[in-house]
């Protein structure tokens, strides 16, 4: 997770945005219930040293990730947020702004 960490403070979001804003709900009982979700994947994940490198966000994740950048970039995106393929899941911000929130570690 450091390298991640390592690239956000480099990138563009860092005086804006910390991990929770992009990463997990907003809302209370989301926000609590998806962070009991992560919180116990991670500590089963790194425990048991189960997981891959490089780490690769959820699909779950990746659904809270563009409800967030939506949300947040409303007054710039809004004409492109209501596009079809973006309601239905087939484009998503981050396939245009891989490196916005962290540069790329590929």
Known sequence: MQDYYDSWVKSS???AAACNDC???HELIEKYYVKG?????HSKAFTLQNFTEPIRITKANLEDLQYNCIECHQNMVSD???HKDVKEN????TQCHRS???LSLD
């Open 13 to 15: 979001h860092h005086k």
């Open 23 to 25: 990463h997990v709900p």
């Open 37 to 41: 979700r992560n919180g116990f994947n």
């Open 80 to 82: 492109i947020a209501a």
């Open 90 to 93: 087939k484009a998503r911000c």
């Open 100 to 102: 916005t929130g962290h």
